[in-house]
């Protein structure tokens, strides 16, 4: 188990049966100045290769060269690690030099269980090849079994350690899976991501490796028989073509699937509802998984993160609204549920919000479900309310811990997440209601849902705003325009405001990119749809806004440009409107790092509390229903 005690990283073992735990391995602290660039050591990976030795990765500064390049940077160092912790580790990729050492770029690509003595580790030779590596974990000496070129970026392993996969991606965004019998040499190309086969494109989803030669995947139903759903299916790669439905559900698409460990065959399939849920095949284990969110009251997520070779031992993660994650050992015999620790031990669940699933009815007779989240203390007045719509569009809102939420209810805000026709994991229909809809039937499902919340009783009317991200973010920016009675304040992170501008910018990729061809039927085709699209572009409505808006957006976004964002900038104050922007340097599609977390919401914190202040005197008295 790996323990993070201040700045640096722990591996505990627990010993049964009484769970004790014993340091075998903790990282070291970087020097001030890669301290001072927030640069730490922490462990990225973690994985048993036999009962007496563990893979490792410890991601940390290091000096990395590729050719004539050279920086200092984050990257992984792996270890071979005794359990005992009585050894050294063995380092694979750290090359020593002097008092400075350099890291090769590399990957553990599969710890070869049925090898005792090596791993497979991919590494990066140079900027235009890739290497796959069988390791001596007692030597470090290596042996290459294939190399790739620049178009190539990665590998699958079967469940023998056979590479039977190949991923490759040109410069225009296209993607090729590539496939092969253990016993060849020679690749197939299975999926050609290019505008011609963009039905394959969307219908497949890997989930896992099963008996040698066949691979699971979520796929999308062919036809009315298939259901509306996606469902787990075999793939096999010595005919490349798909078996038949193996598992699926009538109102939920695969979210994952757990696998016995030994032979790989499919156990279960899990999806979201509200909570997370496993449907096991096996009676038996059916069985112990009712227990268990028994066990949990039914209110928390209960997953299978690890497993014994014998499947007589269940590491669960389980977590919830109020909880956000707990580790526990679960023995299937004796039906046993031990603690093994917490995810975020500081994270005191007083100071987290209550949330409850919220119900409501579109204007076209749809019924539709939502998220609601109130403060940890509530006073008992009419809360002030966020609304935020999810990114995607085709993403969910579950019954599960949110940080973005919580920390704005711990503010004292109410939060609604609504879940719109254009979601994804309630099948097919569903997801495909919202093609074309940005700003239209997506966005009332949105509406519908704040004004039947407000109508409870329980939400201040006079102050409402609206937060997203990404889709979220081109949600809120609409929202600001067209419902200026509505919300008080918007804020759209990495948001699109040019549904025309992107489409053309999503077309640089290449107009038979996998990326071009979805938002086609997402957004919108601008040389069909041009006027209805143009017409939901949040920049050409800027005219409307009564009401402040912040921007945010990274400087390295490659899903929207930040210029979607300076553009809506100069259209508000075009307009004469209040806008504030923060454009964040080097930060992708939102916030990914500690420190871009922290300015983020920092940042939308300080806005929505100079927007939200209680209303008092004569304001009070006109927002009085």
Not at 8 to 31: A, G, H
Not at 125 to 131: F, H, N
Not at 572 to 578: D, N, Q, R
Request: include cysteine; hydrophobic fraction near 35%; glycine fraction near 8%.
């Amino acid at each position: 188990m790996v323990h993070r005690k201040q700045d640096v990283d722990q591996i505990l073992r627990f010993d049964l049966p009484d769970l004790k735990p014993t340091l075998i391995f903790q990282t070291n602290r970087v020097p001030d100045v890669a301290a001072k660039k927030k640069f730490r050591q922490y462990i990225s990976y973690l994985a048993w290769k036999s009962e007496t030795t563990l893979v490792v990765s410890v991601s940390q500064p290091v000096n990395l060269e590729l050719g004539d390049y050279s920086e200092i940077v984050e990257a992984p160092v792996h270890l071979i690690l005794k359990a005992s912790g009585e050894s050294e580790p063995l380092l694979i990729n750290e090359k020593k030099r002097g008092k400075s050492a350099t890291v090769e770029i590399s990957w553990i690509q599969d710890v070869l269980r049925d090898d005792p003595d090596h791993v497979m580790i991919g590494f990066r030779k140079s900027v235009d090849e890739l290497e796959l590596d069988r390791v001596d974990i007692a030597t470090g000496q290596r042996l290459a079994l294939e190399r790739g070129d620049r178009d190539v970026s990665g590998w699958g392993t079967d469940r023998k350690g056979n590479i039977v996969t190949r991923y490759l991606e040109d410069e225009f965004d296209n993607y090729k899976i590539q496939a092969r019998k253990p016993s060849e040499k020679t690749w197939t190309t299975i999926f050609n991501y290019r505008r011609k086969d963009e039905r394959e494109l969307s219908k497949y989803r890997f989930l896992g490796v099963g008996e040698v030669g066949v691979l699971y995947v979520a796929s999308k139903p062919d036809s009315s028989a298939d259901g509306d759903t996606e469902s787990v299916r075999t793939f096999d790669l010595k005919t490349l073509k798909l078996g038949p439905i193996i598992w699926s559900n009538p109102k939920y698409d695969v979210d994952e699937i757990v696998q016995d460990v030994e032979t790989g065959e499919i156990l279960a399939g899990c999806y979201w509802v509200d909570v997370y849920q496993c449907d096991f095949k096996d009676t038996k284990l059916a069985a112990h998984m009712r227990g268990l969110k028994k066990y949990f009251d039914n209110k928390r997520n209960v997953s299978i993160v690890s497993q014994s070779y014998d499947d007589k031992k269940w590491v669960l993660s389980v977590g919830g609204p109020e909880e956000p994650a707990t580790y526990y050992l679960y023995d299937v015999e004796k039906h046993e549920v031990l603690l093994l620790g917490e995810r975020w031990p500081d994270l005191n669940s007083n100071r987290l919000g209550a949330m409850r699933r919220f119900d409501f009815k579109s204007r076209d007779g749809a019924e539709l479900s939502a998220y609601v989240t109130t403060p940890p203390h509530p006073s008992g007045q009419p809360m002030p309310l966020i609304v935020m719509p999810h990114g995607g569009p085709e993403a969910r809102d579950a019954y599960a811990y949110d940080t973005w939420v919580h920390f704005l209810a711990a503010q004292g805000y109410a939060v609604l997440q609504p879940n719109f026709r254009g979601s994804g994991g309630f099948g097919r229909k569903f997801a495909e209601a919202g093609y074309g809809e940005w700003g239209g039937r997506m966005h009332n499902d949105v509406m519908d849902a704040t004004k039947a919340l407000i109508a409870e009783g329980k939400i201040d009317p006079a102050r409402v705003c609206i937060v997203g991200a990404s889709y979220g973010g081109y949600e809120a920016l609409y929202a600001g325009a067209a419902e200026p009675a509505t919300f008080h304040c918007v804020v759209s992170v990495a948001g699109i405001s040019d549904l025309v501008g992107n489409m053309r910018w999503e077309k640089s990729f290449g107009r038979d990119s996998v990326r071009y061809t979805y938002w086609l039927k997402s957004q919108g085709d601008p040389d069909l749809d041009s006027a209805k699209m143009l017409g939901r572009s949040p920049y050409r409505l800027a005219s409307q806004y009564r009401v402040p808006v912040l921007l945010i957006h990274g400087t390295k976004d490659q899903i929207v440009p930040a210029e979607e964002s300076r553009q809506m900038k100069r259209a508000l104050e075009g307009a004469g409107k209040s806008v504030k922007y923060l454009e964040v340097s080097g930060m992708g599609h939102g916030p990914r790092t500690d420190e871009e977390t922290t300015k983020v919401l920092t940042e939308i914190q300080t806005f929505l509390a100079a927007q939200l202040q209680p209303p008092t005197g004569a304001a009070a008295a006109e927002s009085k229903p």
